[in-house]
T-cell receptor, first 113, second 113 residues
Framework: GENVEQHPSTLSVQEGDSAVIKCTYS??????FPWYKQELGKGPQLIID?????GEKKDQRIAVTLNKTAKHFSLHITETQPEDSAVYFC????????????FGSGTKLNVKP | GAGVSQSPSNKVTEKGKDVELRCDPI?????LYWYRQRLGQGLEFLIY????????KSGLPSDRFSAERTGESVSTLTIQRTQQEDSAVYLC???????????FGPGTRLTVL
């Protein structure tokens, strides 16, 4: 089955700096890659996703890049703010109806004011 | 509109007891997923429902775990004869047919003493 690895496990940045979280996956059939943000005591919330037919997607301060050849994808957060502090999870799936996600182990991001 | 809800939010039980965890998906979402999140780790897939049937139970850790769904709505995850290693947050997610996006509930934190 699919195996998703995520790095780093913790990341501390100064407010205003950029943060980058990286994930690799093993199954070349995976074609949908969401990123979730989980705040303390809450369920994960989708923040951005990318499909295998594109290499990059941006949404304001958040961007995701995908390298299908190397089987890795990354989350980029620019101009970080204290409210970006949370645990971020990447996931991979084959996509389509009723597909299960394989999650990375999570990155705890701490943005220092 | 209302999101995915789960109850109870917290459950403390003694080893050997049975527990039932409930998930109410977003209205109209045909797909429903259960995940387990151990402390400091990513989410592990347990089972998903397509309507009221469960085509993929491959993630259930043992025969002590079972789940059902009725009326293409509420789902119950049952853990029999709980063990300490069952302690985790159990998350439920739902999605529309044809959509990759899964919406997560806040989870149930299960502690087995």
């Amino acid at each position: 089955g699919e195996n998703v690895e995520q790095h780093p496990s913790t990341l501390s940045v100064q407010e205003g700096d950029s943060a980058v979280i990286k994930c690799t996956y093993s199954d070349s059939a995976s074609n949908y890659f969401p990123w979730y943000k989980q705040e303390l005591g809450k369920g994960p919330q989708l923040i951005i996703d990318i499909r295998s037919n594109v290499g990059e997607k941006k949404d304001q301060r958040i961007a995701v890049t995908l390298n299908k050849t190397a089987k890795h994808f990354s989350l980029h957060i620019t101009e970080t703010q204290p409210e970006d502090s949370a645990v971020y999870f990447c996931a991979a799936s084959i996509g389509g109806n009723f597909n299960k996600f394989y999650f990375g182990s999570g990155t705890k991001l701490n943005v220092k004011p | 509109g209302a999101g995915v809800s789960q109850s109870p939010s917290n459950k403390v039980t003694e080893k050997g007891k049975d527990v039932e965890l409930r998930c109410d998906p977003i209205s109209g979402h045909t797909a429903l997923y259960w995940y387990r999140q151990r402390l400091g780790q990513g989410l592990e897939f347990l089972i998903y429902f397509q309507g009221n049937s469960a085509p993929d139970k491959s993630g259930l850790p043992s025969d002590r775990f079972s789940a059902e769904r009725t009326g293409e709505s509420v789902s119950t995850l049952t853990i029999q004869r709980t063990q300490q290693e069952d302690s985790a947050v159990y998350l439920c997610a739902s999605s529309l047919v044809g959509s990759d996006t899964q919406y997560f509930g806040p989870g149930t934190r299960l502690t087995v003493l």
